[in-house]
T-cell receptor, first 114, second 113 residues
Framework: EADIYQTPRYLVIGTGKKITLECSQT?????MYWYQQDPGMELHLIHY???????EKGDLSSESTVSRIRTEHFPLTLESARPSHTSQYLC?????????????FGEGSRLTVL | SQKIEQNSEALNIQEGKTATLTCNYT??????LQWYRQDPGRGPVFLLL?????KEKRKERLKVTFDTTLKQSLFHITASQPADSATYLC????????????FGTGTRLQVTL
């Protein structure tokens, strides 16, 4: 079992609210990622980090922001949620020099914006 | 533009048979190709990785092939079981560092008794 945790698992909020999705891992991984996935669709990389104080935008443009102040913690924030932000958000991490290059995913945070 | 294609239609097979899933890609030169399993409402779980210089990789009942000429990977599950029912995703890694994987939409496998 991977030791990567996401909270909340489910969140229903109104338009205009600020939300933060939490992601923590206890494996000491330097690399962390946020993917967005709509039902039946592929995962899209929206943010990634190679270590503390390192954050980059992914291939899919997102209005969300991330921070990496501690190795184990990679929260994602939406300053003003809109219905178009409704989606599943998946956090992942990986070893910097992994032989397999595998990603370890959390269980996801399903966000619904009314 | 880069494109990954997995059969969007569900694959239904009988228990005990071999399931074969396909991943095709265009405009891509991946160094690695990975396969993940995703259950409904859960995060993907890593299954296998195959490198561009490898033709085949096996793990228990799983087998992956990688043909860079055809730009295709096949994922086989032998002696399939109902517990194998899930969506299977292929992911391409152009650099071999897993830093920016590109995922396909996945193929849903349903194994019936």
């Amino acid at each position: 079992e991977a030791d990567i945790y996401q909270t909340p698992r489910y969140l229903v909020i109104g338009t205009g609210k600020k939300i933060t999705l939490e992601c923590s891992q206890t494996m000491g991984h330097d690399k962390m990622y946020w993917y967005q996935q709509d039902p039946g669709m592929e995962l899209h990389l929206i943010h990634y980090s190679y270590g503390v104080n390192s954050t980059e935008k992914g291939d899919l443009s997102s209005e969300s922001t991330v921070s990496r102040i501690r190795t184990e913690h990679f929260p994602l924030t939406l300053e003003s949620a809109r219905p178009s932000h409704t989606s599943q958000y998946l956090c992942a991490s990986s070893f910097p020099q992994s032989i397999t290059g595998e990603l370890f995913f959390g269980e996801g945070s399903r966000l619904t914006v009314l | 533009s880069q494109k990954i294609e997995q059969n969007s239609e569900a694959l239904n097979i009988q228990e005990g048979k071999t399931a074969t899933l396909t991943c095709n890609y265009t405009n891509y030169s991946p160094a690695y190709l990975q396969w993940y399993r995703q259950d409904p409402g859960r995060g993907p779980v890593f299954l296998l990785l195959i490198r561009e210089n490898e033709k085949e990789k096996r793990k228990e009942r799983l087998k992956v092939t990688f043909d860079t000429t055809l730009k295709q990977s096949l994922f086989h599950i032998t002696a399939s079981q109902p517990a194998d029912s899930a969506t299977y995703l292929c992911a391409l890694d152009p650099t071999g560092t897993a830093s920016k994987l590109t995922f396909g939409t996945g193929t849903r496998l349903q194994v019936t008794l």
